[in-house]
C-alpha cells in the first residue's frame, strides 16, 4: 500500500510538526497519500476508516515516519460514530488542527438504471458524512482558535458526465458544504476549502474504469489510458500529487484562502 500512496519527491519542510490532523478515508488511495503527507510534515495523524486491516496498516506506517498516528474504525455514515472518533482524537492529543474529509465511494449507472440504494449510498458516504465530518470538527476548530478543513471532492463536482448523477450531485454538494463552512468558521480563523482531483490512480478510480469502461467494453487499463490522453497534460495523477495540495491547504501559506475548490485535474475541468 505505501508504494500506491506515498509521495515521488522527499519532503524537505515540517510545517506541521506538533499539530494533529484527522483523515477520513485514510486506509488508502487519496486519504491514504494525505496521511502519510501529513506524518512526513511532523503531525500526529488519526486514521480513520472502516476497511480496518487496511488502516491499522496505515497508521503504522505513518508511526514508521516518527509520529504518533491511531487507526478509528468509523464509517462516516454513522453519525454517532462520527462524534465519537473526533471525541477520541481530542482526549488523546488535546484537539484538532486539521481535518481532511476523504472518505467517498463511486457509483454510476445509466440515469434510468440507476438502483435507489446507490443514489441514497453516494450521498451518504459522499455528502452526509462529509458534512458530519465537518460539523464534528467545528468544535475542536473554533476552540483552537485556527486551522483547516479540506474536503475531497472531485472534478466531477465541477463537469459531468451520462451516468454519473449520484457521483457529480454528491461532489457537486460538497463543494457548496464547503463554501456554507467556510463563512460559518472564517470568523475564528478556520479555513475551509475543497480539493477537486481529476483521474488519480487509486482503487477507486480502478473501480470506476471496471464499471465505465466495461460498458464500453474496454478494459480497465485500456480505459485508463483513454483517460490519460483526454487530459491536456496526458497522464493520470498520483495520489501524493493530490496530497501536496492539501498539506498546502492546511499551512500557514494558505491562511487568506478560504472557501475555495481548486481544481487539480491536469487541465480537465478547463479543456
Known sequence: MLEQVMMRSTVDSRRFVGKVAVITGAAGGIGGACAL????????????????????????????????????????????????????????WGGIDIVVAAAGVYTGSPLEEAPDADWLGTL???????????????????????????????????????????????????????????????????????????NTLTGMVRHVAAIVGGRDGLGVDEWLALRARDCPMGRIAQPWEIAGVVAFLASEDSRYLTGQAIEVDGGMVMS
Not at 501529513?38 to 476508516?49: K, M, R, S, T, V
Not at 508511526?63 to 454513522?78: F, P, Y
Not at 465541477?158 to 448523477?165: D, G
Not at 457529480?168 to 477537486?196: D, F, Q, W
Open 37 to 92: 503527507r501529513f506524518a512526513q510534515e511532523g503531525a500526529n495523524i488519526a486514521c480513520l476508516d472502516i476497511a480496518a486491516n487496511h488502516n491499522e496498516q496505515m497508521a503504522a506506517q505513518c508511526r514508521d515516519l516518527g509520529v504518533d498516528s491511531v487507526a478509528i474504525a468509523c464509517d462516516v455514515t454513522d453519525v454517532s460514530a462520527v462524534d465519537a472518533a473526533f471525541a477520541a482524537v481530542a482526549e488523546r
Open 124 to 198: 451518504a458516504t459522499n455528502l452526509t458524512g462529509a458534512f458530519y465530518t465537518n460539523r464534528a470538527a467545528a468544535p475542536y476548530l473554533r476552540q483552537r482558535g485556527a486551522g483547516s478543513i479540506i474536503n475531497i471532492s472531485s472534478m466531477a463536482g465541477k463537469t459531468s458526465w451520462p451516468a454519473s448523477a449520484e457521483y457529480s450531485a454528491s461532489k457537486s454538494g460538497l463543494i457548496g458544504l464547503t463554501r456554507s463552512v467556510a463563512m460559518e468558521l472564517a470568523p475564528y480563523g478556520v479555513t475551509v476549502n475543497a480539493v477537486c482531483p481529476g
